[in-house]
């Protein structure tokens, strides 16, 4: 099993930036495939960005592309996501998640993770 831990959010005005961070534990030899996914009230879980364990590749929802930036310590087990130019509409609970398997085309699926954190916040005001 693997446990997925999430830390960083709060509370920032448009324009600011955080940095969340997702840490593992458990049989962490047990995924390939990282993941940042975010939802708001009343919305769908949301693919915000990737990235493979294995050759670094990472890809990132339209929305967020140039403002935020996936990156993963193999050393640390640690997945993080640097948030910058915040907007109101990336107002959303953060979930890190992982999969067994290498990262896949339809990675913005939540179907694809086995594996998930418990989220952070994150509040952007205008």
């Known amino acids: 099993q693997v446990q997925l831990v999430e830390s960083g959010g709060g509370s920032v005005q448009a324009g600011g930036s955080l940095r969340l961070s997702c840490q593992a534990s458990?049989?962490?030899?047990?995924?390939?495939?990282m993941a940042w996914f975010r939802q708001a009230p009343g919305k769908e879980r949301e693919g915000v960005a990737t990235t493979s364990l294995l050759g670094k590749t990472t890809y990132y929802a339209d929305n967020v592309q140039g403002r935020f930036t996936i990156s993963h310590d193999n050393a640390k087990k640690t997945l993080s996501l640097q948030m910058d130019s915040l907007k109101p509409e990336d107002s959303a609970k953060y979930y890190c998640?992982?999969?067994?398997?290498?990262?896949?085309?339809?990675?913005?699926?939540?179907?694809?993770?086995?594996?998930w954190g418990q989220g952070t916040q994150v509040d952007v005001s205008s």
């Open positions: 998640a992982a999969a067994k398997f290498g990262c896949q085309p339809a990675w913005q699926t939540p179907s694809q993770y086995d594996y």
């Open positions: 458990g049989w962490t030899n047990g995924y390939l495939c």
